[in-house]
């Protein structure tokens, strides 16, 4: 179950989030709407501990995310696509992450097959265009074989049918009791 509660971010005078409060429970896919600048993605990284709160709590399933031992096989997360080198192959990229977090190398394989990368694996990202990455976005959230997902604006780039494809993805991760957020697109 991911739990935020009286959460609230300010960077001086302007808040970012204000005393945000919901709970996200198993087999439930969450989004966010709201515009640009309202705190969405800001609210992800206050979950994810890259940020730290001025108020309030975030937690998943009752610890927060600086204190989980296998983060990667818990909390699996999208926020910029982009952040993976260029001159790395998407493969490469996933075993990095992977034998870091001591995940087998034939779950590389597996996420790189579930999200349609099978066929690019060896090549370099910086020739990937903007869905490509994101399904190695995508890609690098599941490794950890997670039971909860965070994306941000996880369908950006993706053509009508990587988003079919995403939102069956979701359907499915969803039935198996697991929980993901992100902000609807």
Known sequence: MIE????SKHYGNKAAVDDLSFTVSPGRVTGFLGPN??????????ILGLDRPSGGTATIDGVEYADLVEPLRVVGALLEAGAVHPGRSARNHLL?????????????????DLVGLHDVAH???????????QRLGIASALLGDPRVLILDEPVNGLDPDGIFWFRNLMKYLASEGRRSLSPAT
């Open 4 to 7: 935020v509660g009286n959460l």
């Open 96 to 112: 990095y992450l992977a034998q870091n977090q001591g995940i087998a190398s034939r779950r590389v394989d597996e996420v790189l």
């Open 123 to 133: 090549d370099r990202v910086g020739g990937f265009s903007l869905g490509m990455r």
């Open 37 to 46: 600048g309202a705190g969405k993605s800001t609210t992800m990284r206050l």
